[in-house]
């Protein structure tokens, strides 16, 4: 079990609404190897270094995101992109803490497939974006 930050417990203790779900995702998350701190003011859960996974409350649920959610397994279509361009990020919500115990196994085998990617060394392959057009004043300017 890994060591709990001290941030991270700071940080749940101001969430009112969803300190249970968050507490309950922590002990998912402490079972593992991923190593707790609090990155971009939210927890995060890191792998030899390499930032795997975020838990956060949203307006109406709690999610366990993914970074590199694009590369894990999801027969099941539980994961979701974050929004219309994500192109990395996954992540799956949760609606209470007996729907967290419900689907711990569930959540277990996302965090150590995020695990295994990690380990593997597994990189995003990022579509080119489209060449830049530059206006003419640019490219003729030096």
């Given at each position: 079990?890994?060591?709990?930050?001290?941030?991270?417990?700071?940080?749940?203790?101001r969430q009112g609404r969803f300190q249970a779900?968050?507490?309950?995702?922590?002990?998912?998350?402490?079972?593992?190897?991923?190593?707790?701190?609090?990155?971009?003011?939210?927890?995060?859960?890191?792998?030899?270094g390499g930032n795997v996974v975020m838990i956060?409350?949203?307006?109406?649920?709690?999610?366990?995101?993914?970074?590199?959610?694009?590369?894990?397994?999801?027969?099941?279509?539980?994961?979701?992109?974050?929004?219309?361009?994500?192109?990395?990020?996954?992540?799956?919500?949760?609606?209470?803490?007996?729907?967290?115990?419900?689907?711990?196994?569930?959540?277990?085998?996302?965090?150590?497939?995020?695990?295994?990617?990690?380990?593997?060394?597994?990189?995003?392959?990022?579509?080119?974006?489209?060449?830049?057009?530059?206006?003419?004043?640019?490219?003729?300017?030096?």
């Amino acid at each position: 079990m890994s060591p709990r930050h001290p941030d991270v417990t700071a940080f749940i203790a101001r969430q009112g609404r969803f300190q249970a779900e968050l507490t309950a995702l922590r002990a998912l998350l402490l079972q593992t190897e991923l190593v707790e701190t609090l990155k971009w003011r939210q927890p995060c859960y890191t792998h030899n270094g390499g930032n795997v996974v975020m838990i956060y409350a949203l307006k109406d649920t709690v999610a366990m995101g993914f970074l590199k959610g694009v590369l894990l397994p999801d027969p099941e279509g539980n994961l979701r992109a974050p929004g219309a361009n994500s192109q990395s990020s996954r992540w799956i919500g949760v609606e209470g803490v007996a729907d967290i115990a419900a689907r711990r196994d569930i959540l277990l085998a996302y965090i150590n497939a995020a695990i295994a990617v990690a380990d593997a060394g597994l990189k995003v392959a990022f579509p080119q974006k489209d060449a830049l057009v530059y206006p003419n004043e640019w490219l003729n300017s030096h």
